[in-house]
């Protein structure tokens, strides 16, 4: 689990999968924590997130800005990101 936007301390590569539940709009630093979360994220791997408390769009914007991740899907509230 991760409770903060600073470093993991995980190895490189090594998640399959992230839950970013009702919490993304809480981090202060939310392109340093994408950064890290596709650090550690398997290629391939799958980071879901809820832009719960966001603006849609620019929920959006954060994520795809750097080409980390690629929107996969969205079912209701809930966006599927794949590790570029």
């Given at each position: 689990m991760i409770l903060s936007d600073r470093d993991t301390g995980l190895p490189d590569e090594s998640v399959d999968i992230v839950l970013l539940y009702?919490?993304?709009?809480?981090?202060?630093?939310?392109?340093?924590?994408?950064?890290?979360?596709?650090?550690?994220?398997?290629?391939?791997?799958?980071?879901?997130?809820?832009?719960?408390?966001?603006?849609?769009?620019?929920?959006m914007n954060i994520f795809v800005k750097g080409n980390l991740f690629a929107l996969v899907e969205k079912r209701g509230e809930v966006f599927r990101f794949e590790r570029d």
């Open positions: 009702d919490v993304f709009q809480m981090i202060s630093d939310k392109e340093k924590l994408l950064g890290e979360l596709h650090r550690v994220l398997k290629p391939g791997g799958i980071l879901f997130a809820t832009a719960e408390h966001l603006d849609v769009n620019e929920f």
